[in-house]
């Protein structure tokens, strides 16, 4: 159960995040990143769309959206399939986040309001509980490094966006605009780092992020992941008890770590 819960909560190496995509994995990387053959050639002009964007999401004192994640993995014959994710995001700078994630797996809640960390999993009754840093920023680093938890839409929520998108990218370009993304005219941008290849599609008059497409370049087999962006909401009025959580009195408290950890443990 406990196994469960955690493996429902943490979206590590197989969800999709720009973030993720332009920083060296926490696991053994090789020697050097794949040579594309491609020359480091950035676009001005796609820059200039992610910075928008970027400078947008910055600007926001507080935000909700939902983000659904489409990832691949390979079945039992090795070719993939599409896992999905869903997640019900509000956020406060600088400290409060709270991520709903009604799942195809067990929903889960995640409630962060500047002091603590809530990950709870209702239909099981289990919560775990830890004390966390005073930032969004240092908050998802520590739930990462202690517990494997990581969300798709990191680099949506940090402090500075732009140098999370954009630190190590090697190739940029625009590639032009849609009209069936989002219910929105979108910009659609590539970056490639040193380990991904992300494409995005960006509000051409909001500014706001509608999709992203992202190819994990250490992976052979290439498989793609997806997130989409909808129902945003950029300073909406928050209740008090938005990020607040009271466990209920037959919750299970269980320790705060990453999955199968207690099983190694015994």
């Known amino acids: 159960m406990k196994i469960t819960f955690f493996a429902s909560l943490a979206v590590t190496a197989m969800s999709m995040s720009m973030a993720l995509a332009q920083q060296q994995p926490t696991t053994q990387a090789p020697a050097s990143p794949p040579d594309l053959g491609l020359k480091v050639e950035v676009d001005p002009a796609a820059m200039a769309i992610v910075k928008a964007m970027a400078d947008k999401l910055a600007a926001a004192k507080s935000m909700s959206f939902t983000a659904f994640t489409i990832y691949e993995s390979p079945d039992r014959t090795g070719l993939p399939l599409a896992y999905t994710t869903l997640s019900q995001v509000i956020m406060e700078r600088p400290n409060k986040l709270k991520v709903v994630s009604p799942g195809d797996g067990p929903r889960t809640e995640f409630y962060y309001d500047g002091k603590t960390v809530n990950a709870y999993e209702p239909a099981a009754k289990l919560v775990a509980t830890v004390d966390a840093p005073d930032t969004i920023d240092a908050m998802l680093r520590a739930a990462f490094q202690r517990a494997a938890i990581y969300f798709p839409f990191t680099d949506l929520v940090v402090s500075d966006p732009m140098k999370a998108i954009s630190e190590n990218v090697r190739v940029a370009f625009v590639v032009g605009k849609s009209t069936v993304v989002g219910g929105v005219t979108t910009d659609i941008v590539v970056l490639v780092g040193k380990f991904a290849h992300v494409q995005l599609w960006i509000g051409s008059d909001d500014k706001l992020p509608r999709m992203a497409r992202a190819i994990f370049l250490e992976d052979p087999a290439h498989y793609r992941h997806t997130a989409m962006f909808s129902d945003w909401k ?33």
């Open 234 to 266: 950029i300073d909406p009025p928050l209740a008090a008890d938005t990020f607040a959580f009271t466990a209920p009195a037959d919750t299970i408290r269980i320790p705060f770590a990453p999955p199968g950890a207690t099983e190694k443990g015994k």
